[in-house]
Nanobody, 128 residues
Framework: VRLVESGGGSVQSGESLTLTCKVVGNTHRDYCMGWFRQKKARGAVARIDSDGRKRYADSLEGRFTIYEEKSKNVDTMSLQMNSLNIEDTRMYFC???????????????????????WGQGTQVPVSS
């Protein structure tokens, strides 16, 4: 499986931005995904588990919204970021863990486990 990110770019404080992660090559379509501010991190900015449950970092819930779209051949996960501020300036990484054949509990490894697949990252610079 391969992840392709898009949507990063320079914005001003208070503006919104949407990041998108396209899943290429997944065969079982049974996985959990998330957005991170660094690789090999336990804490996601936002994540969607294999059962559809969405979780957010406490400090970001309310400003950020994660959602996914699954069509016949393409899966994408997006992160809508509102009211951006300078502290949100980061490189954002998309991460994915395939849970088949282990089950949903394998989502616990998302971000820091060796089974996490990472995208190349997309930069979000926020200026005042």
């Amino acid at each position: 499986v391969r992840l392709v990110e898009s949507g990063g770019g320079s914005v001003q404080s208070g503006e919104s931005l949407t990041l998108t992660c396209k899943v290429v090559g997944n065969t079982h379509r049974d996985y959990c995904m998330g957005w991170f501010r660094q690789k090999k991190a336990r804490g996601a900015v936002a994540r969607i588990d294999s059962d559809g449950r969405k979780r957010y970092a406490d400090s970001l819930e309310g400003r950020f919204t994660i959602y996914e779209e699954k069509s016949k051949n393409v899966d994408t996960m997006s992160l809508q970021m509102n009211s951006l501020n300078i502290e949100d300036t980061r490189m954002y990484f998309c991460g994915l863990v395939e849970v088949w054949p282990y089950g949903g509990a394998w989502c616990a490894t998302l971000g820091y486990g060796q089974s996490t697949t990472w995208g190349q990252g997309t930069q979000v610079p926020v200026s005042s």
